[in-house]
């Protein structure tokens, strides 16, 4: 088993963004990548790719997301067979103060037949599907795949 690193992003929806694939590479370095919402729907779709994947066991990340109690940001595989989505973890939302905690999660894939293309890539999308807001903001300090 090992960790692989994301090799590129797309934001599809969302604010100006703040650093680059570079800012969630490398966990504790200080660099994080910030993405803010917007006010249409979705508010924020940020697609991370992955290449050179043989096996997905689990996904990694150190994220925020910063909003009102009534929004959430969902974590996404794409599922190549079915072309579209899947949900599979939803961020909860930090309010109040202090907002700068990140959560720490390792989710488990117990099956991932669906979710490598034939050519090895692999994509995870930070999806805020309702409405946005724009003075809310997702962080992200780390992600990766354990293969």
Same mark, same amino acid.
């Given at each position: ?22 800012? $969630? +590479? #490398? ?11 917007? !006010?249409?729907?979705?508010?924020? /779709? ?44 939803? $961020? +909860? #939302? ?11 999660? !390792?989710?488990?894939?117990?099956? /991932? ?35």
């Amino acid at each position: 088993p090992g960790f692989v690193i994301p090799a590129s992003l797309t934001v599809q929806t969302g604010g100006t963004p703040v650093g680059t694939v570079a800012s $969630m +590479q #490398t966990a504790f370095d200080g660099s994080e990548y910030n993405l803010p919402e917007v !006010t249409g729907s979705p508010g924020i /779709d940020l697609e991370v790719n992955f290449t050179n994947i043989k096996s997905i066991r689990g996904i990694v990340f150190a994220g925020r997301y910063v909003g009102s109690s009534t929004h959430y940001v969902d974590i996404y595989l794409y599922d190549y067979n079915a072309a579209a989505d899947q949900v599979i973890f939803r $961020m +909860q #939302t930090q309010t109040g103060t202090p907002t700068t905690t990140n959560e720490y999660r !390792t989710i488990l894939i117990p099956d /991932d037949s669906n979710f490598i293309d034939g050519s090895g890539n692999a994509q995870v999308s930070f999806i805020h599907p309702v409405t946005g807001n724009s003075s809310h903001d997702l962080y992200l300090d780390y992600i990766a795949l354990l293969s």
